[in-house]
């Protein structure tokens, strides 16, 4: 079994979270994601929708979940509709979840068929007030694609014009932001994962080494281990490409001399992690990058201690801002009278460091959120400083995924090596 087993009552609990925020006589409807193609008769790996994924754990397409938490018959609160198995799905795709395995994976008593939802939706939206659809509302999201749940959206609203339609997002935002300890332990997981992955490249890099075969050496070693791949498409950067912070081809060769930078990580069970490290090509800094390493070392530390119950995410960015700036004062890169003139937009800073530190983290590895919540215990964060240096083709990203925690942050990733000495044995070993 490629996964260990999830614990169904984390399903449930999330249910029962979710009932408590809705409005009294409220029906909630979410749909699978789609499969979508590619081209002639192609398609895509089916990935699920994640609030679904963690309202009932079915990774599954064509599924879809009902709550209706005042519906007067009480076997009509939950209905959990799944694709049956057909001879034809069986031979060509394998068999789908039984009613009674779907039952046993969610905790939900009454599983249909999804054959039948139509008849059914007919049947409970009139009973009520208030019906809560799935709309993806992160706030870096370019939605250019109509979703199963998009297209559902139309066509209930004008079926149903006279309801009450609620937004399912910001409560699956407050939901998902604070981390049960079933989802610690699966992403703890992914992070091993991703350790093991990291460790194996150490021997393997070296000059003349392809940038696509790292991402290979990586993508054995999570296979291997369990997971499905990478969390997300992996960034293997090597030189100049290292400053490049959405570079994805992976097709150049690394030279000796260069830097280089991977930001890549394992998924399991259907949790994120995201790691991020930079190393010399040919297992030994030079002093120039031993000091741009170091100074964003500290500033990795620095921003983990700031990343506190109570801190906000924008007074914390500011705070790492101010941070940043002295270490590249230090390392020549801004004059300091300069430095104190700046503006408060910090423009000299954004040169080089010109992202944000940390995001939330989860089933999603940019996971999603409510608007500049205050950080609190329990939430999943990256810590992931850097330095871009375009003039000299040197770029360096440090990056772990931390708990929060009451007296201080829990690192998942403390066990895989950040320190240069040790980057250096490992690579020479």
Request: overall charge negative; charged content about 30%; some cysteine.
């Amino acid at each position: 079994m490629r996964y260990e087993p999830i614990d169904p009552q984390f399903f449930v609990r999330n249910r029962e979270r979710l009932r408590d925020l809705l409005k009294p006589n409220s029906i909630v409807i979410v749909k699978a994601n789609d499969i979508y193609p590619t081209n002639a008769d192609g398609a895509m790996p089916f990935k699920q929708n994640a609030d679904l994924f963690y309202l009932t754990g079915v990774d599954q397409e064509e599924t879809v979940l009902v709550l209706m938490p005042d519906a007067v018959d009480p076997k009509e609160r939950e209905i959990l509709f799944v694709k049956e198995t057909s001879e034809h799905i069986a031979v060509w795709e394998g068999e789908k979840l039984s009613k009674e395995q779907a039952k046993e994976h969610t905790g939900i008593e009454r599983v249909e068929w999804v054959s039948g939802f139509e008849g059914w939706l007919h049947r409970l939206v009139p009973q009520v007030e208030h019906i809560y659809l799935a709309t993806n509302e992160h706030l870096r999201a370019a939605v250019v694609v109509e979703t199963a749940n998009d297209r559902f959206i139309k066509s209930c609203q004008a079926r149903y014009p006279l309801h009450r339609y609620e937004r399912l997002a910001p409560l699956m935002h407050r939901l998902r932001i604070t981390k049960d300890a079933e989802e610690i332990k699966f992403i703890q997981k992914a992070c091993d994962i991703t350790e093991a992955g990291f460790r194996r490249t150490l021997g393997f890099i070296k000059p003349g080494v392809g940038e696509w075969e790292i991402e290979a050496e990586l993508m054995h070693e999570f296979l291997r281990r369990g997971s499905r791949g990478f969390a997300y498409t992996p960034i293997i950067g090597s030189g100049k490409n290292a400053c490049v912070l959405h570079y994805l081809e992976n097709h150049c060769v690394c030279q000796d001399g260069e830097m280089l930078l991977m930001d890549v990580a394992a998924e399991y069970g259907g949790w994120a992690s995201d790691l991020t490290r930079t190393v010399p090509v040919n297992g030994r800094f030079t002093d120039r990058q031993r000091a741009v390493y170091n100074a964003v070392l500290r500033v990795f530390r620095g921003a983990n201690e700031i990343l506190r119950p109570g801190n906000t995410p924008m007074e914390y960015q500011k705070q790492v801002i101010e941070l940043m700036e002295g270490e590249l004062v230090g390392l020549g890169l801004i004059d300091a009278k300069a430095a104190r003139e700046q503006g408060p937009e910090k423009a000299l800073v954004r040169k080089y460091f010109m992202h944000g530190t940390s995001h939330h983290m989860g089933l999603d590895v940019h996971d999603v959120a409510p608007p500049h919540e205050p950080f609190a215990e329990g939430m999943v964060f990256t810590v992931e400083p850097g330095i871009y240096i375009r003039e000299e083709g040197l770029g360096v990203r440090l990056e772990n995924d931390v708990v929060v925690g009451k007296d201080s942050n829990f690192d998942l990733m403390a066990n895989i090596p950040i320190e240069v000495d040790e980057i250096e044995e490992l690579m020479n070993a």
